[in-house]
């Protein structure tokens, strides 16, 4: 926390109001950590060496730990990535410890925000803006929450806001900021690569004609990015994970309840189909964009305390419909094309869980958040007064309450 306080002001000079959001943020990412930990273990009956974790993510994650750090990876059941590996090293002074494992999601929560505001600052030179980014970033609970819990995604979204800030302007170290951003997600979710390496493109095409040299090194990273990535891949797919792969049903036909009704409302075949995808893209969006559910908030409390706050997504909705005023009416008001560049990649990462998973699983988007953040701090500083942008949000708000309502009357009625 004391580090990203002194590397924000040696960057944005003294900022005391985001100083203050950001030392907030990290206490509440710390308190919820005590108490998930606190349940996780004692709280149950367990003890902080043998936890009990619901959530089939959080397990594997503490599993896959355990494997790494009593060495037997290559053998143990249920190793998917490397990401085990990365919180084994928290089991290395002490032994295993959920309290200890948990702190990597912290550092991570806390590198997010804190690149977050310092590639808002890098992009539009106003601190006000940069806080404002923070601010945004730091309300969105769902992304906050995921720095509580033994998840992976909170890392990944780590990896992207590196990316961003080392390629939101183009200096002799922008490339080591790209792959050390791979190697980080390579560790939890290889595949996500991919959605780097487009981004890595998307910036190189604003790069000044001045530095268009960098091109054959961005070829570079791109081919390096690849590598990383099937080696990653072929380092954490066991043999037994091999066996559990080959037998396992499609990802779309989980078995979840409440999965099982939205897809049944959509039609039985549509898990299977890309034809039927494409036609309910704007649905699915939709799906992605409302969930987790504001009204739901004992829902997934049994995966963690923290949990009841991840459905207090009101202020998600405004950031999304700062994000869409911005790329329909703001893009020349709010900054140059480096921030539309940046925004334009965040959509992109948005939009690709949107068919992967049909918009049933939000979390794979909040990578998003951090590439976004900046467009939207820059909005609420730079458009405050134009009266378009009041008007929009008063006509969001009032869509967003009927749709609200009527899926409240759906998921009541039907699931």
Not at 204 to 233: E, Y
Request: hydrophobic residues 60%; positive net charge.
């Amino acid at each position: 926390m004391v580090g990203g306080v002194a590397v924000m002001r040696c960057a944005m000079g003294r900022q005391s109001l985001a100083e203050t959001i950001f030392v907030v943020a990290v206490m509440l990412i710390t308190i919820g950590i005590m108490l998930d930990a606190n349940m996780f273990s004692t709280g149950q009956g367990y003890s902080d060496s043998f936890p009990l974790l619901i959530n089939e993510d959080a397990y594997r994650s503490w599993i896959n730990a355990n494997a790494f750090y009593e060495g037997n990876w290559r053998t143990a059941p249920l190793v998917w990535n490397l990401y085990g590996a990365i919180l084994a090293i928290t089991f290395i002074p002490f032994g295993p410890s959920i309290a200890m494992a948990l702190t990597v999601s912290m550092i991570a929560g806390a590198v997010t925000l804190l690149l977050t505001t310092l590639t808002a600052w890098r992009l539009t030179r106003s601190r006000v803006v940069a806080t404002a980014a923070l601010g945004a970033t730091a309300m969105v609970a769902y992304l906050m929450v995921s720095a509580t819990i033994l998840v992976k995604d909170i890392w990944v979204v780590m990896g992207f806001a590196i990316a961003a800030y080392g390629l939101c302007q183009w200096r002799r170290t922008t490339l080591w900021w790209a792959l050390g951003a791979i190697l980080a997600v390579s560790f939890a979710r290889p595949n996500v690569v991919l959605e780097l390496l487009v981004g890595i493109i998307i910036m190189a095409l604003v790069t000044p004609r001045t530095q268009r040299s960098r091109w054959p090194f961005i070829a570079a990273v791109i081919v390096i990015g690849l590598v990383v990535m099937f080696v990653a891949k072929s380092m954490a797919v066991t043999p037994t994970i091999q066996y559990q792969l080959s037998n396992s049903h499609p990802f779309a036909e989980n078995t979840a309840e409440d999965r099982v009704a939205f897809f049944n409302m959509l039609g039985e075949d549509a898990p299977h189909s890309p034809l039927q995808k494409i036609i309910l893209f704007p649905i699915l969006a939709l799906v992605q964009f409302i969930i987790p559910l504001p009204w739901d908030f004992g829902g997934d409390a049994e995966f963690g305390l923290t949990l009841y706050m991840a459905h207090f997504s009101y202020p998600w909705y405004l950031f999304g419909a700062v994000v869409v005023f911005y790329l329909c009416a703001a893009k020349r008001s709010a900054g140059d094309k480096r921030l539309l560049a940046l925004t334009l990649w965040g959509v992109f990462c948005w939009l690709i869980p949107v068919y992967v998973a049909l918009g049933t699983v939000p979390r794979y988007a909040l990578c998003a958040v951090p590439l976004m953040a900046p467009a939207v701090g820059a909005v609420l500083v730079r458009c405050r007064k134009r009266r378009a942008l009041w008007i929009w949000l008063a006509v969001f708000a009032v869509l967003m309450a009927i749709g609200l309502t009527i899926v409240y009357h759906i998921q009541h009625s039907v699931m």
